[in-house]
């Protein structure tokens, strides 16, 4: 099996920084690519930010600027540094990974447990 852990959440002050980490780990083959999805209380959830195992990103127009994705190929470990944070940043934050299982053709999506972010004065 799969699993996809986060960690690095917890309460900030608006302004503040928090780098969250998202480990994959079990019957892994290969990882294709990995993100952050986040989903505020009673709102949908909505894509953060991705990376390919090649290094290329995509951002949410909300944090572009201020949130950076990073990946440890090695370790299939993704991270994701924020600064400038928000009140409106507050959510659970999911770790997403595109892997492919051994002895597998194709890739499939998984997901962590999600980390709450708070940023409140």
């Known amino acids: 099996q799969v699993q996809l852990v986060e960690s690095g959440g917890g309460l900030v002050q608006p302004g503040g920084s928090l780098r969250l980490s998202c480990a994959a780990s079990g019957s892994i083959g290969s990882i294709n690519a990995m993100g952050w999805y986040r989903q505020a209380p009673g709102k949908q959830r909505e894509r953060v930010a991705t990376i390919t195992t090649g290094g290329s990103t995509n951002y949410a127009d909300s944090v572009k600027g201020r949130f950076t994705i990073s990946e440890d190929n090695a370790k299939n470990t993704v991270y994701l540094q924020m600064n400038s944070l928000k009140p409106e940043d507050t959510a659970v934050y999911y770790c997403?990974?595109?892997?492919?299982?051994?002895?597998?053709?194709?890739?499939?999506?998984?997901w962590g447990q999600g980390t709450q972010v708070t940023v409140a004065s």
């Open positions: 997403n990974a595109h892997i492919r299982r051994p002895m597998r053709w194709n890739y499939d999506d998984y």
